[in-house]
């Protein structure tokens, strides 16, 4: 066995004991051994293997797929550019916390810095983005056992740096794979057996390095001078502003929330969503000026990365508004600058929120009574205006689309305008996951996402996935809708509210008139494409929604498809305006 088969048969099989379910592969040359030890895990039922033919799409589809499952997704490119169509999803993931391995197949030293074909540094390449990164010695002969070990054992540390086993902090690693020529393995064994001999692993399939039960920093709380603590004994009105978070975060926030009478302002993928406690339209409560500064929290906890809504950012800045933070990760948000403290999430991120409650503080009664009374209140005002058009606007879409969906689904929202719309509009539904790149908030790589995120959550047992993204989202990642041969086809149904481009930029400030001419070319960026056709060419079954009425007879055709809904921008730019009014009305 020559040295890049023996290197890609450990590392594969490390990877395997190590956690790994799913692996996204690319095609390429120098990335040949690697493919093919995961092509033959994937004859031996040990993984499940995803090949696409663009590395951005790829490295998206990993995302999704760990993000949904929680395990460590490892993607695989040749060298070259091939590896820079990984950066997008790489700082998504960072911000976010997602386990992604980056393999990255590259040329041997001796071939680095000679103008050999497809040769850049990468040695490096994500900078600060990835939680480790490495340089793999190149594979030699003759140094077998020494090699085993350091190649087991690297595999494994990788493993436990990105799924925050010891940090608690999770998020991306790069494995950067120097391979010599001979690149393919000798003969032709398309199930070859399991590493063995000097290649062995552990006994009994056992990783080469696990972590040990009950490790990791605990509870972490860094205090600020006592100049910052309110006085004991005094009835303090607290509020929780959770952002998007693991899902683990936000049920353990509802639990303690609803235990202390705290209203919760939950984003949709922040876990809180739906729990006891949660608010409706927590935006537009916060936009009426009024109504929010006679309700202006004493202390707001501040749970995952709150992105969504300017009023809650201006929450966070006030002055008078003392702020704790929960965060998984080290560069925890702190939108304001007034974090007076923070919490990690270890061992228990329920032990840590009431680490944080301060002892002789008390809820005053009937404090989350009036959040949810004035929620119900702008609930109605903003049905009442919405019920009262016959189209299927995009506000409507994403309040009618949450309502409908079977208990058990999963929900990918896109960046711009759908998950604003979800949360503005929206009822707070228990028992949907919904998930969100909100780490970098970015529109790429969205329906590779939800297709990963899909087929994680269906492979685990769970029921049908939906996404909710626009037209320039769709767009921009058509390429993930071109599914790897005879792979797994997720039920998975895209639902696309088309404006023929940019809507969220029709929400710019007023700018002066001569500005206007120039807003459809550089803002707007109509597109002029027949949606529905373009996803029947790419393969999927597409259906065209009108009104209302239509939307549930097409959800319930299951997917894979694409359910596209006709909108215009400056009618939805008009439309939010009066949502907006409308909800404050209802507080004045």
């Known amino acids: 066995m020559n040295p890049s088969t023996a290197f890609a048969r450990v590392l594969v099989d490390e990877l395997v004991r190590g956690g790994v379910a799913d692996a996204v592969v690319c095609p390429g040359s120098r990335s040949a051994p690697v493919a093919l030890a995961l092509h033959q895990a994937e004859l031996s039922d040990r993984l499940r293997l995803h090949v696409r033919i663009d590395e951005r799409t790829a490295a998206f589809l990993a995302l999704g797929l760990a993000k949904a499952s929680g395990r460590p997704v490892p993607v695989l490119t040749t060298s070259g550019t091939a590896t820079a169509h990984l950066h997008a999803a790489v700082l998504e993931a960072d911000e976010s916390g997602i386990p992604l391995l980056l393999l990255t197949a590259d040329r041997p030293p001796e071939l680095r810095g000679t103008g050999a074909n497809q040769t850049i540094d990468q040695a490096g390449l994500y900078g600060g983005a990835v939680r480790w990164a490495t340089d793999v010695g190149v594979p030699e002969v003759g140094r077998e056992e020494p090699q085993n070990r350091y190649w087991r054992s690297l595999t494994a540390r990788a493993l436990l740096v990105a799924t925050g086993a010891l940090s608690g902090d999770p998020g991306p690693v790069h494995l950067n794979l120097a391979l010599r020529d001979p690149l393919l393995p000798e003969g032709h064994d398309p199930r070859p057996a399991l590493p063995s001999g000097v290649w062995a692993g552990r006994p009994a399939d056992a990783p080469w390095t696990a972590a040990a039960v009950g490790t990791g920093p605990g509870s972490m709380v860094v205090s600020a001078p006592a100049a910052a603590t309110r006085t004991p004994g005094r009835a303090r009105r607290t509020l929780v502003v959770a952002g998007d978070a693991p899902v683990s975060l936000g049920r353990s926030t509802s639990v303690v929330a609803a235990q202390r009478g705290w209203p919760v302002l939950g984003e949709p993928s922040s876990g809180t969503w739906g729990g006891t406690g949660s608010v409706r339209g927590a935006a537009l409560l916060l936009g009426a000026v009024p109504w929010a500064a006679a309700h202006r929290p004493d202390r707001v906890v501040v749970v995952g990365r709150p992105t969504l809504s300017r009023p809650v950012a201006a929450l966070l800045a006030h002055p008078d508004v003392v702020v704790d933070t929960v965060s998984p990760h080290p560069g925890w948000p702190d939108a304001g600058r007034g974090t007076r403290r923070v919490g990690g999430v270890l061992p228990d991120p329920g032990a840590v929120l009431g680490e944080l409650d301060v002892s002789g503080h008390v809820t005053p009664d009937g404090w989350a009574d009036e959040w949810t009374t004035a929620a119900q209140r702008v609930g109605a005002a903003v049905d009442e205006v919405l019920d009262a058009s016959p189209r299927l606007t995009a506000a409507r879409l994403a309040r009618d689309l949450v309502a409908a969906l079977p208990a058990g689904a999963l929900l990918v929202l896109g960046s711009s305008n759908p998950v604003r719309d979800v949360d503005r509009y929206a009822v707070p539904r228990a028992g949907l996951t919904v998930l969100a790149n909100r780490g970098v908030a970015g529109i790429d790589g969205t329906v ?141």
């Open 448 to 588: 590779s996402t939800a297709i990963g995120a899909a087929l994680a959550h269906q492979g685990a047992g769970g029921g049908p996935a939906y996404a909710l993204m626009g037209d320039l989202t769709f767009l921009h990642d058509l390429q993930g809708l071109l599914l790897g041969d005879g792979e797994t086809v997720p039920d998975l149904t895209v639902v696309v509210p088309d404006n023929d481009g940019g809507g969220i930029f029709a929400q710019l400030e007023p700018g002066r008139p001569e500005h206007a001419a120039g807003y459809r070319r550089v803002f707007g960026t109509p597109h002029g494409r027949d949606l529905v056709a373009v996803a029947r060419a790419l393969g999927w079954a597409a259906t065209a929604v009108h009104d209302p009425a239509q939307l549930a007879g097409a959800l319930a055709l299951g997917g894979p498809r694409v359910v596209v809904v006709r909108g215009d921008q400056h009618a939805e730019a008009d439309l939010a305006t009066r949502l907006r009014d409308a909800a404050h009305a209802a507080l004045a």
